[in-house]
């Protein structure tokens, strides 16, 4: 199975002058924007159910073959679900000195 995944990035298309729009075209690019933010987090949640998908083929995988013994730390990866996971500075062992 090949992902026909996008090889290079878009440019911005330039970005208007908005004090010379009339209301109707600033309200039009709003949902314009509206409309594209929405698709893209569509397609974001799609690839994050199959990337779920695909890790949970593998560790299945894994574990038939005893390769990799599988430690689930439930409460940790409740927290991180709810969005109250450490952050990447955290994950990575960077104190608050060390962070940014």
């Known amino acids: 199975m090949r992902l026909n995944l996008p ?4 440019a911005l298309e330039p970005f208007p002058d908005l004090s010379t ?4 075209e600033l309200r039009d690019l709003i949902h314009d924007c509206e409309r594209q933010e929405n ?3 569509y397609q974001r949640r799609l690839l994050h159910g199959k990337i779920g998908l695909l890790r949970a083929e593998l560790v299945a995988r894994l574990q038939k073959k005893g390769e990799g013994a599988l430690e689930v ?4 990866l409740t927290a991180i679900l709810a969005g109250r996971g450490p952050s990447i500075d955290e994950e990575l062992g960077a104190g608050p000195d060390e962070a940014a």
């Open 21 to 24: 729009l009339p209301d109707d």
């Open 73 to 76: 730390d439930i409460q940790k």
């Open 39 to 41: 698709e893209i987090s």
């Open 7 to 10: 090889t290079e990035r878009r």
